[in-house]
């Protein structure tokens, strides 16, 4: 089912003629039971795809926020199981919306290929972003991945050229995520102009739909990306509301705020009607 219900979402997406909105939140963050919450509050607010993050101790492509987010969900136990099981009880009453771990390939390692893709495909993920796993040193997971139907999504940058894309594109499913600024996640703000021609070649030599994300933390800048994508991409700004309720001892705020923002989002990504 994986890639069919992402393949779903961006036909749905098309057929209203607009870009999907992708979310993110760290799975145990504040606690699992919060994000159960905030999984179907984004849902209910308009994520066409939610990323789902797997703590781990060693976060080097995450900014400060969501690196504290791992380490919140890290001293609450969150392991990998607890991931895929939370993957699991949502998946129970949204047969629709898709999944993506994003995380890092060592616990997916330790874990096992074959066990972890099992796993997963059993709970209703439907594929994985694992930022440190380059295509050259992936073709294990790969072929195990396409046992289970679960798509291999990777990550296009500005520095990508078209070789690069090639490559990066070269046993991918889903959709390719194009990281729109250097450096870490939420760090700085995109400039939507400046990648518009990488994200079309980055399409057209991948043949599968490009979303971006990095430094979009708002509508304004959300509806100026989807004017460039198929997709946009928002992962600080959803963590930095678990971030608060955190702060404030109040984690059933965490959802409500997500939701709020998730449909701030959408709502702005709705006024750019797509070709």
Same mark, same amino acid.
């Given at each position: ?5 992402? /393949?779903?979402?961006?036909?749905? *997406? ?5 870009? &999907?909105?992708?979310?993110? +939140? ?5 606690? #699992? @039971?919060?994000?159960? *919450? ?11 795809? %939610? ?24 001293? $609450? ?10 993957? *699991? ?7 629709? !919306?898709?999944? %993506?771990?994003?995380?890092?390939? $060592?616990? &997916? ?8 893709? /099992? ?10 972003? +694992? =930022?440190? +796993?380059?295509?050259?040193?992936? /073709? ?11 798509? &291999?999504?990777? #990550?296009?940058?500005?520095? !990508? ?6 490559? =990066? ?14 450096? &870490? ?9 400046? %990648? ?11 043949? +599968? ?8 933390? $708002?509508?304004?800048?959300?509806? /100026? ?38 449909? @701030?989002?959408?709502?702005? %990504?709705? !006024?750019?009607?797509?070709?």
């Amino acid at each position: 089912m994986g890639r069919t219900r992402i /393949e779903a979402a961006f036909a749905k *997406a098309r057929g209203e003629s607009r870009a &999907v909105l992708v979310t993110y +939140l760290m799975a145990g963050d504040p606690d #699992l @039971e919060s994000s159960y *919450a905030a999984l179907c509050a984004l849902r209910d607010g308009g994520a066409d795809i %939610i990323e789902l993050g797997a703590p781990f101790t060693d976060p080097m492509a995450d900014g400060a926020a969501i690196q504290k987010a791992g380490l919140r969900a890290l001293a $609450n136990g969150t392991k990998l199981t607890d991931v895929i099981a939370l993957a *699991a009880r949502f998946r129970k009453d949204d047969p629709v !919306t898709p999944l %993506i771990l994003m995380g890092y390939a $060592n616990p &997916v390692h330790s874990m096992g290929y074959e066990v972890f893709a /099992e796993a997963a495909a059993g709970a209703g993920i439907d594929g994985t972003i +694992l =930022v440190d +796993l380059p295509p050259e040193e992936d /073709e294990g997971l790969r072929a195990i991945y396409a046992q289970y139907g679960l798509s &291999v999504i990777r #990550l296009a940058t500005p520095t !990508t050229d078209r070789a690069r894309a090639a490559k =990066v594109a070269e046993g991918a499913s889903g959709f390719i995520y194009f990281v729109a600024v250097t450096g &870490v996640t939420g760090a700085g703000s995109a400039d939507p102009a400046a %990648i518009a021609g990488q994200v079309a070649m980055v399409k057209s030599v991948s043949g +599968l739909p490009v979303c971006v994300g990095f430094g979009v933390k $708002n509508g304004a800048q959300a509806a /100026e990306m989807a004017k460039i994508a198929d997709g946009v991409v928002v992962g600080s700004a959803f963590v930095e509301k678990a971030g608060d309720a955190h702060a404030t001892d109040r984690f059933g705020a965490a959802a409500p705020a997500m939701g709020a923002l998730a449909q @701030e989002l959408r709502a702005a %990504i709705d !006024t750019v009607r797509k070709a």
